[in-house]
């Protein structure tokens, strides 16, 4: 088995300390990544593609939490 992994894009969704609980919505444009793809799972039993996002959270006290999140990426069919 062979991985590969690549940082496709980074984004800073907030400047400024969180407050416990506060809920932070974010929106991610792939419109500007090039050469991004559907996700798929086993293709032909040789391949996968699955895409991470990682985010990382810094407080007030320079601590950091981390939390990975599968995505899944579809193509949507254009109707003629």
């Known amino acids: 088995m062979h991985t590969e992994s690549e940082t496709l894009t980074r984004f800073e969704v907030m400047d400024g300390c969180p407050v416990r609980g506060e809920k932070i919505p974010i929106r991610l444009h792939f419109s500007g990544i090039p050469d991004l793809t559907p996700s798929?799972?086993?293709?032909?039993?040789?391949f996968s593609v699955r895409y991470f996002l990682n985010l990382v959270l810094v407080d007030e006290e320079d601590r950091r939490y981390f939390k990975q999140q599968e995505v899944v990426l579809w193509r949507r069919e254009l109707k003629a």
């Open 40 to 46: 798929y799972s086993s293709v032909g039993g040789a």
